[in-house]
């Protein structure tokens, strides 16, 4: 009589296949918690960087490089171009104002004035001679005018006597008609020689007046020749030190060219570089700091050149108050520049985490001390030190602020001593 085997349900295969699909399962969940849930990282203490969050006086500040120079600076520039003759001083010497620098010569130049100089000497002897001229034409009409008037006189006194003797017919009638006419024509006579004499004083004047005007107009070009040729001896214009003095025996100048500058030494100013990034916040009035001999100074701009040369303007700044003793022409200064007034705001201290998190996020410390996570964060102005805090963190709070390069996208850090 046959037997009706019972079948296994749970053989070899059927469990196989179950533990397979349940390996598979916990794969799949396994990867859905370590994707989607908080990623850690286990990290020493003694490898990162903690800082906390405070509230302190805060001011934009950017370090910027400036060069020592004189207060002033005065260019030395050939007035008129010539030959270099002679060099009085060196490079580097200390000059009083008026002290002869350079003797160019410019033989064109001399020539020139030596041509004015007999034009004028000309034209005075010409003057000479032209008023003398005029005064012996004026002693003819003078001697002409009192000729008439002496005729005049005489004529009038015998025209009257003969007027009475006809009036008492004591003379003929011919006799007084003659003596009429004679006064008549001197009368006339008298009245043009006076007009002749009023009308050459005044042309006399006239030619006097514009012949003054040419010659002192001709006086004064020389007087500006003279000049030009005194300008060839270069002279200091003010109390100063010589130089970048550029210029050597038997070198030939052009007008207007360099030929060195004075340092004026009764103080000095700061050339400053800056960031073109800068020039919309940066006006004079704005102030700096640095330190020198172990004491801290302050500078002040003064002046603001906005033109842009190689991605920077520049500044120039004056010292506020004493000026450092032992600084130099020349001197490298590491100077602070404050871009805006002192304020209190939450404070953020500089670290590397910035070049990971662009300042959007940062790992903040739990409240025991063994673990950071990430938070949001909004950050605002900068400087040396610090950032400002607008949003994410409070006083108090303690963050991570040494760089993240090796963490990834590690949501959280587990603190190992």
């Known amino acids: 009589m046959d037997r009706k085997i ?44 903690v800082s906390e969050i405070t509230k302190g006086p805060f001011q934009v500040t950017i370090p910027v490089n400036g060069l020592v120079m004189p207060i002033t ?16 001083v060196e490079d580097g010497a200390n000059l009083k104002k008026g002290d002869p620098i350079i003797k160019l010569s410019n033989t064109d130049l001399e020539l020139s004035l030596a041509n004015q100089e007999t034009a004028v000497y000309a034209a005075q002897t010409q003057i000479r001679i032209q008023q003398n001229n005029a005064e012996q034409n004026t002693v003819g009409k003078l001697n002409q005018m009192a000729d008439a008037d002496n005729a005049f ?6 025209y ?40 050459d004083s005044l042309l006399t004047k006239d030619q006097t007046q514009q012949t003054r005007e040419q010659y002192t107009q001709m006086r004064t070009t020389l007087n500006l020749m003279r000049q030009k040729v005194a300008d060839l001896t270069v002279r200091a214009p003010v109390d100063g030190q010589l130089t970048s003095l550029d ?31 800068y020039i919309s916040q940066v006006y004079t009035g704005l102030t700096g700091t640095f330190s020198f001999a172990d004491k801290t100074y302050t500078l002040k701009i003064k002046k603001v050149f906005t033109q842009v040369a190689n991605g920077k303007f520049q500044v120039d700044m004056q010292f506020v108050g004493n000026v450092p003793q032992g600084i130099r022409r020349g001197q490298s200064l590491q100077i602070l520049l404050a871009l ?33 996570f990430k938070v949001d964060i909004q950050l605002g102005r900068q400087n040396t ?29 587990v603190l190992q001593k």
């Not at 025996?249 to 030929?259: E, F, P, V």
């Open 73 to 88: 600076t005065i260019y030395l520039d050939a007035i008129e171009g010539g030959r270099v003759e002679q060099l009085f």
């Open 340 to 372: 805006s007034d002192e304020s209190k705001q939450v404070l953020l201290p500089k670290g590397g985490f910035y070049q990971q998190t662009g300042g959007n996020w940062i790992f903040k410390m739990s409240e025991n001390g063994k673990s950071a």
């Open 160 to 199: 009257k006597l003969n007027k009475r003797l006809y009036d008492q017919k004591a003379i003929g009638s011919q006799e007084y008609q003659q003596s009429s006419n004679t006064y008549q024509y001197a009368l006339n006579r008298y009245n043009l020689t006076k007009r002749i004499l009023k009308q």
């Open 247 to 277: 210029a050597e025996i038997g070198q030939n100048k052009n007008k207007g060219g360099r030929l060195g500058q004075i340092d004026v030494l009764s103080g000095f100013k700061v050339r400053v570089d800056v960031d073109e990034h």
């Open 385 to 413: 030190e610090y950032y400002e805090v607008m949003q994410g963190l409070k006083p108090g709070d303690k963050v991570i602020t040494s760089s993240y390069e090796n963490y990834g996208d590690i949501q959280e850090l």
């Open 6 to 49: 019972e079948q296994k349900r749970w053989n070899s295969k059927r469990i196989l296949t179950i533990g397979g699909i349940t390996a598979l399962v916990i794969l799949i969940a396994s990867s859905i918690y370590f994707t989607s849930g908080k990623s850690k990282l286990d990290v020493e203490t003694e490898r990162i960087t």
């Open 153 to 158: 006189r005489e004529a009038e006194r015998l």
